[in-house]
């Protein structure tokens, strides 16, 4: 499922405008990039946890090309034992 076909079941189930729920969507993943941005956690019950978690600098070597990394941050998210137990 991509983000139009989420709008569309969105828009679907809550009997609105696709328009609508596409400003309803935006919304949602808007709000969790900014507060996994600003290193805060997004823990939404039943659904999971969206953080930033940090990482650590580390060097490499892939097919002969030698590559580094800094530290920083990325982004993780955490699966709820209730989601896990429906997949």
Do not use: C, Q
Request: net charge positive; aromatic share 8%.
């Amino acid at each position: 499922m991509n983000k139009v076909e989420l709008t569309s079941a969105v828009a679907e189930k809550m009997n609105i405008a696709k328009k609508d729920a596409a400003t309803y969507v935006d919304t949602v993943l808007d709000t969790i990039m900014e507060t996994v941005e600003a290193h805060e956690k997004v823990s939404l019950s039943g659904f999971g946890v969206f953080e930033a978690r940090e990482t650590k600098a580390r060097t490499g070597e892939t097919n002969g090309v030698k590559w580094s990394k800094e530290d920083g941050f990325a982004p993780k998210f955490r699966a709820s034992k209730a989601f896990k137990e429906r997949v």
